[in-house]
């Protein structure tokens, strides 16, 4: 029996793809609609069985509070939020605000699909080594502190850090390559693996992701610092 549902993320597009997808395959989409103070009081005002919540940023503070109005004022609706790859922090707070489920965004329509029948049965929609990890979260929220931003940090190169500055400044692959005295085959590398290491598709997104981590202020304070001096003979 199809699911009556709403589709909600942060791209409209991406909201009415899913919808279609999911019409095609029998069920009753009520809605898609981009994320908002709006969408909260739409799944509210016309509760849906499920709500499919997408979201490019699971570990930003605030992000869950729709799924948290939703929850109180409709707490029949099963909400499966569809997000990137999560920090136990970001799927913690999912589960935290009342989400019953967490699928990749990247998921096949089949596992959004059993995702949104566990749901509306009452069962936690998600993968086991997830929720393993969103538990330890919510037992010991002081194991893991929040330092997105450090932990970014550590995985980059020196090289690949005056990139990434250099990209959220907006030099283009030429102006990289001349101020940093390198081919522009090679700064093309390099700008490619900081994407690759911050999980990101564009250069626009790893600035934005730099900005919002405080990343951004710890490569240029790393990219200013000089080097240790060497010990005494």
Same mark, same amino acid.
């Given at each position: 029996?199809?699911?009556?549902?709403?589709?909600?993320?942060?791209?409209?597009?991406?909201?009415?793809?899913?919808?279609?997808?999911?019409?095609?395959?029998?069920?009753?989409?009520?809605?898609?609609?981009?994320?908002?103070?709006?969408?909260?009081?739409?799944?509210?005002?016309?509760?849906?069985?499920?709500?499919?919540?997408?979201?490019?940023?699971?570990?930003?503070?605030?992000?869950?509070?729709?799924?948290?109005?939703?929850?109180?004022? =409709?707490?029949? %609706?099963?909400? *499966?939020?569809?997000?990137?790859?999560?920090?136990? +922090?970001?799927? !913690?707070? &999912?589960? @935290? #605000?009342?989400?019953?489920?967490?699928?990749?965004?990247?998921?096949?329509?089949?596992?959004?699909?059993?995702?949104?029948?566990?749901?509306?049965?009452?069962?936690?929609?998600?993968?086991?080594?997830?929720?393993?990890?969103?538990?330890?979260?919510?037992?010991?929220?002081?194991?893991?502190?929040?330092?997105?931003?450090?932990?970014?940090?550590?995985?980059?190169?020196?090289?690949?850090?005056?990139?990434?500055?250099?990209?959220?400044?907006?030099?283009?692959?030429?102006?990289?390559?001349?101020?940093?005295?390198?081919?522009?085959?090679?700064? =093309?590398?390099? %700008?490619?693996? *900081?994407?690759?290491?911050?999980?990101?598709?564009? +250069?626009?997104? !790893?600035? &934005?992701? @730099? #900005?919002?981590?405080?990343?951004?202020?710890?490569?240029?304070?790393?990219?200013?610092?000089?080097?240790?001096?060497?010990?005494?003979?």
């Amino acid at each position: 029996m199809g699911v009556r549902l709403m589709v909600v993320d942060d791209h409209r597009l991406l909201a009415e793809a899913l919808a279609s997808a999911l019409k095609l395959r029998g069920h009753r989409v009520l809605a898609a609609a981009a994320p908002s103070a709006g969408a909260a009081e739409l799944v509210v005002s016309r509760a849906p069985e499920v709500c499919l919540l997408g979201t490019a940023t699971p570990a930003e503070p605030g992000v869950f509070d729709p799924v948290v109005r939703i929850k109180k004022e =409709r707490p029949q %609706v099963a909400v *499966v939020v569809l997000g990137p790859v999560p920090s136990p +922090r970001g799927i !913690a707070s &999912a589960f @935290a #605000a009342g989400a019953s489920g967490y699928v990749r965004h990247d998921e096949r329509i089949e596992g959004v699909e059993r995702a949104m029948m566990k749901a509306r049965a009452g069962e936690a929609a998600v993968a086991p080594q997830l929720l393993q990890g969103a538990f330890a979260e919510l037992l010991n929220p002081a194991a893991q502190p929040d330092d997105e931003g450090a932990r970014l940090l550590r995985m980059l190169t020196p090289r690949e850090v005056e990139v990434l500055v250099r990209v959220a400044e907006g030099e283009d692959t030429r102006l990289i390559a001349a101020g940093m005295g390198i081919a522009p085959s090679t700064a =093309r590398t390099h %700008v490619q693996r *900081v994407l690759m290491k911050l999980g990101v598709g564009s +250069r626009l997104e !790893a600035a &934005a992701l @730099a #900005a919002r981590t405080g990343l951004l202020e710890r490569a240029a304070a790393h990219r200013a610092s000089p080097p240790a001096a060497s010990p005494p003979a």
